[in-house]
């Protein structure tokens, strides 16, 4: 198997991306290889909701930026938890 040192693995929290994790994990065991956990804040999402609501103040844009930063870091601590002790990691 080629040896890979480094895996990139973005996460959205969907089951394709645990699926993906675990094959990382597995390959990680193999290789020896570090693996880095990607989770990317959906800001076309937030922008188009922040289109449709009325009377909206950059306080409001700031706390939808502040909500969806918030859930990204929550999906990186629990995709983190899944990865044995034995492996690096980083995100």
Known sequence: MKSYQHILVPIDGSDHSKQALQHAIDIARITGGAITLLSVANMADIINQFGQMENTSELTMD???ASAQANSTGLLKKFAAMI??????QS
Do not use: I, R, Y
């Open 63 to 65: 706390e939808m930026t």
């Open 84 to 89: 044995p002790a034995s492996l690096s990691v």
